[in-house]
């Protein structure tokens, strides 16, 4: 008689405690499927999707062809201005399209399998413990210590007190327990909705925006180009960026005119010129751009002749815009050369590819 009274208490502890282990199970499982898919998902787009697989100019030139096939003036001045602000935004949207619109199916597949090998890692887990428990004639304290060591780095499950359980022997019916009731919980799961991935606290875009970002954006003082070397702080090296703009996009005009500055900086920089900073009250040899602050002493701009024709389609196509942003005019010194209009977009587009 003591006997089976023994065996339903130990029973009834071991469904108790198999509650108790789904419960922590279930909250910590659908934490762990959301992290190791937005883990997948950004290791996935750093190495195929286009504007992610490649350098940092790579990146640039994404940018900038979707700015100009939105042909949204707003998002050009974040990006003249706040160019990591708006990189950001397009790696975020990038995402958002490539997880909820392009991906879809795939990513709910993903999600499901992740499921799936989690379950299959907790079965797994529960046999291992077992059969250690069995052979070596231990106890629940034992079973509880290798049931959580193998789930570690995978799950995190707090440690349960084995106190309360000593009266538990029978652990194969332990085991089949927690089988039945996990079993049930990540069926549900297999069927977890990208709308869980929204409330992961991991983000896939987030992860990426880390290691796309990191990188120096130090922007040229005459024409708001981004220098382009990787590592954020690389003094004493100079910044640089192979193609550098028409000044005027960052706002330079003739002084005492409302004519903007048209001409890119990599040809100012060879002529007999002279500029005055906006916050200076001496002018500068343009030959001697260095000597104007420490906003010019670091940047390597070299003469040549390289001119985008997406720079010159984008001035003569967003000119309106830029003369009421800026107060000036595209008139005079400042009128936009006839060839520029002729630039259609799809050209200025492929000019990007000269980037790299
Ligand atoms: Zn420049
Ligand atoms: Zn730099």
Request: glycine share 4%; aromatic share 12%; net charge neutral.
């Amino acid at each position: 008689m003591s006997h089976f009274i023994s065996f339903c208490k130990g029973s009834s502890s071991a469904v108790v405690l198999g509650e108790l282990i789904c419960e922590k199970l279930k909250a910590s499982t659908v934490e762990a499927v959301c992290n190791k898919t937005v883990i997948d998902l950004a290791g996935v787009m750093r190495s195929n999707f286009p504007a992610f697989n490649g350098n940092r100019l790579n990146l640039e030139k994404h940018v900038l062809k979707s700015l100009a096939e939105n042909e949204n003036f707003d998002d050009y001045i974040t990006y003249i201005r706040k160019p990591r602000k708006q990189t950001e935004a397009f790696i975020k949207a990038e995402v958002k399209k490539y997880i909820f619109t392009d991906h879809k199916d795939e990513i709910v597949n993903k999600l499901k399998n992740n499921a799936e090998g989690l379950n299959t890692l907790v079965i797994n887990a529960l046999s291992t413990a077992t059969q250690k428990v069995q052979t070596e004639r231990g106890d629940i304290n034992m079973w509880l210590k290798k049931f959580s060591s193998l789930l570690k780095g995978e799950l995190t499950f707090e440690t349960i007190s084995s106190q309360n359980f000593s009266d538990i022997h029978d652990f194969e019916f332990l085991k089949e327990e927690i089988t039945k009731r996990f079993t049930s919980i990540n069926h549900k799961m297999s069927s977890l909705s990208l709308d869980k991935l929204k409330e992961s606290r991991l983000k896939p875009d987030e992860i990426l925006i880390d290691q796309l970002c990191k990188c120096c954006w130090v922007m040229c003082p005459f024409c708001a180009a981004v220098c382009t070397n990787t590592i954020e702080d690389h003094s004493p090296d100079d910044h640089s960026v192979p193609f550098h703009r028409p000044k005027g996009i960052k706002g330079w005009h003739k002084r005492g005119t409302e004519e903007f500055s048209i001409s890119f900086c990599t040809t100012s920089v060879a002529s007999h010129g002279k500029f005055r900073p906006h916050d200076s009250e001496e002018s500068f040899p343009y030959k001697e751009y260095r000597r104007a602050g420490p906003r010019y002493a670091n940047w390597k701009i070299t003469a040549d002749q390289s001119k985008l024709a997406y720079w010159k389609w984008f001035v003569y196509r967003f000119q309106n815009q830029l003369e009421e942003y800026y107060e000036y005019k595209f008139q005079g010194r400042g009128e936009i050369p006839s060839e520029w209009e002729k630039i259609p977009k799809e050209e200025a587009i492929r000019s990007l590819d000269e980037m790299c």
